[in-house]
Every structure is written in C-alpha cells, then in structure tokens.
C-alpha cells in the first residue's frame, strides 16, 4: 500500500447521468470527477462504456454507499470483490465511504446511519478498516456523515472518533463541509471544534453540498445550492486546511451542467481569496 497522500486534484464534480452528455460533447471547466461505485459494478452495459470515454480526459475519484464499514454484519466479500474489480478497471486516485453503517441482519436500509462513539465501535471499525483496506491493497478513504440522533453510551465526540479511525487504521479522510456544518446544528456542537479536531494531514477530500432547513433540525437533502453558511464555513476549513481537492455533490433536482459548473467556479474564488490572503500575509 502507497503512503503517499493522493494528490491535491482541484474542483470537481459528482458525475451524474442527467450531464454525461454535456461533458462528453464539452469541454467543462472541472478538474475531476467522483463517481458512485455501485452505479458502475455491473461489468457491461452504458454507465461503464461512458465512465470509461470520461476516464481517458479527467481523474475519476470512487465513492461508495453500501461499505457498511461500522455494521457488525460480516463484511460483505462480493461486495468488496466487484468493488476491487472496478478499481482495478477505473484506477481511481481513492476509494472512499462513509464511517457508518447501512445495515444488518441481511436487511440493507440504504441510510447513512449513526454510530455510537464508543472504544467497542472504535476497535470494531478500526478493525474493519484494516481488513478492506487489505482486501483492496489501497488505503481507504472514510466521510464524516450528517446526524440526527446520538447514542448516550458515546464516550467520545464525532471528532474523536473520527481522528482515532484515521490514526490507528491508517485511511484517509474525507472531510464533508456541509456534514459538519448540519451535524453541529442538529446536536447543537461547535463546527470549530470538528475542524480543529481532526487531524489536518490525513483529509484528502471535502465535499460541499445543499441541504433543507426545518424548524428545529436540519436534513442533509443534496437538492439545494450550497448555502451561504456552509460557504463561510468552507472558507475557513481552507484557511485551516489549505488545499484539498474540493467537489459538489447534487443528488436531487439536479440542474443542468452549467449551473453546477457556477456553483464550483465560488468554491474555486473563496480557494483563492483565502490563498491571495494567506499570501498577502506572509509578505508583509
Ligand atoms: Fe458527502
């Protein structure tokens, strides 16, 4: 397994049938791509035949939503097999998921759900991380997920958990702006002490997203523009940060490919106004 950090690619996109053709017929202005790795596991037919033609012009980074990494089911080796094959075929720049659980029991709830911050789930998961990352022979890279609910057995905070993974099973992380940004309003934490909590050399990626505001809570739809608080807070995960290959990810009510192309061109000006200033500084 490589111990280098995989490389800074920029401003990218999830890449999203409703714009296959609009890439592929042009030349938008996106550093790179991250696809979802169950919507390409099937050998044959279109979405491989595109993410191949996309493939040869841009980085493609897999991101994956039935890992189940925390699950206390048995890892699921069909699963990691065609996972591994697709890697071999798409040579991802990383493999990412999210630290969660999406199921058990054989039942799949297709949910990104909560963990109980606890050193059992710590060692648990940790543990797992080592076995996937063998399976794969690549470090895994893992996603702080949005929250709303927490377990009273927790014995540590998100952050915490979220550093001790990374250190003791040596993955990477992928750092969700918006997650935290909706995680802290609905459990009422500081975004602060997330971004200073976790360890600065081991986030490769962040992702930025929409999401709906309801009266007392906040759910993490991907339907929305990013809003104007989580680009302040991505501002400062930046500044604290400095570069890290950054993409939006839209899920729903998905505009044409332009206006998520605008959308990406704020993440790049906020990038370099916070380079610009952090330059300015150290001349004077
Ligand atoms: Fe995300």
């Known amino acids: 397994m490589s111990d280098h950090k995989p490389p800074y690619l920029g401003f990218g996109l999830g890449l999203r049938p409703q714009h296959y053709q609009d890439i592929l017929s042009g030349d938008p202005d996106i550093d790179w791509f991250e696809v979802i790795s169950e919507n390409y596991m099937i050998p044959g037919g279109q979405p491989i035949r595109i993410l191949d033609q996309i493939r040869e012009r841009y980085p493609i980074v897999m991101h994956g939503v039935s890992l189940s990494i925390a699950s206390t089911a048995p890892l699921d080796t069909e699963y990691l097999t065609a996972l591994k094959t697709l890697a071999d075929r798409v040579n991802p720049k990383w493999i990412s998921d999210h630290l969660c659980w999406t199921g058990v029991h054989g039942v799949n709830l297709h949910d990104l759900l909560p963990i109980p911050y606890t050193q059992e789930a710590l060692d648990h998961v940790v543990d797992r991380v080592g076995q996937v990352q063998d399976f794969l022979g690549r470090r895994l890279t893992l996603e702080n997920v949005s929250t709303y609910v927490t377990f009273g057995e927790s014995e540590m905070s998100e952050w915490e958990f979220v550093s001790e993974v990374a250190k003791r099973a040596d993955c990477w992380l992928l750092f969700d702006v918006n997650n935290v940004y909706v995680s802290a ?100």
């Open 185 to 284: 309003f609905n459990h009422g934490f500081s975004t602060d002490a997330f971004l200073h909590g976790v360890p600065r050399d081991r986030i490769v990626q962040f992702h930025l997203a929409g999401h709906s505001q309801e009266e007392t809570h906040i759910v993490d739809t991907h339907d929305h523009p990013v809003c104007e608080e989580v680009w302040d807070f991505y501002r400062e995960a930046v500044t604290h940060f400095g570069p890290v290959s950054t993409m939006i990810e839209r899920d729903d009510n998905i505009p044409p490919l332009a206006e998520v192309v605008a959308e990406l061109d704020i993440a790049r000006k906020i990038a370099r106004e916070v380079q610009d200033g952090a330059r300015t500084i150290a001349a004077e």
